[in-house]
């Protein structure tokens, strides 16, 4: 089975992107699935070009894409993706759209098909605080799931895909103030490749 997983660079001003540290250390093999790890750049138009490559050059069965939230507490599985471009903050392109569709002429939403609800239990029982989302926002990461839950239900229906949103870092909390929640790195490398584990058993 092929996997495809993507992280996202850094964007609004942080120094590093959580997302793309968990993604890049995945190995290129986990438990007979072959991994295929992919950053984006938090960029609307780039973004979108380069996971449409991504997913033609390897034709994945399954994909997960990462991104960060930054104030969740732990693992959020994302269960939709939205045709709404809403940025509160320009991309790393100083594009800031308002009101615009992802696609005009797609469906107002698309549904994750990884099993978001079974991921999260496992997660959990693993002892890596997880929660189901029901909004991927309205910046570059609803972008990619939406995108992705697009191309796949008309390219490849059989395939399967999700997003999951990380926390801070503990150092990027840190650097925030009291009260804000952050993971060690090591901690979501260790839930990620979980994540992995349940989306190709999927």
């Not at 615009?100 to 002892?127: I, S, W």
Request: glycine residues 12%; hydrophobic residues 40%.
């Amino acid at each position: 089975m092929n996997l495809l997983v993507t992280g996202f660079e850094p964007f609004g001003g942080e120094a590093v992107n959580p997302s793309w540290e968990a993604v890049r250390r995945l190995p290129a093999h986990i438990d007979g699935v072959t991994v295929t790890s992919v950053q984006l750049p938090t960029a609307f138009q780039r973004g979108e070009q380069a996971l449409l490559r991504a997913l033609e050059d390897c034709r994945p069965e399954r994909v997960l894409c990462v991104g960060l939230a930054g104030g969740r507490k732990g693992f959020t599985l994302e269960r939709v993706g939205i045709n709404l471009r809403d940025a509160r903050i320009p991309d790393n392109d100083g594009f800031q759209p308002e009101d615009r569709p992802v696609r005009p002429d797609g469906p107002a939403a698309c549904f994750a098909t990884l099993p978001v609800k079974e991921m999260v239990q496992g997660l959990n029982r693993a002892g890596i605080p997880a929660a189901v989302s029901y909004t991927a926002g309205t910046y570059v990461c609803n972008d990619i799931l939406y995108t992705l839950l697009d191309w796949q239900a008309r390219e490849m229906p059989e395939s399967r895909g999700g997003f999951l949103h990380l926390p801070y870092t503990l150092g990027q909390a840190a650097e925030k103030g009291e009260n804000v929640p952050g993971m060690a790195l090591e901690e979501m490398g260790r839930g990620l490749s979980l994540a992995v584990r349940l989306a190709a058993g999927a």
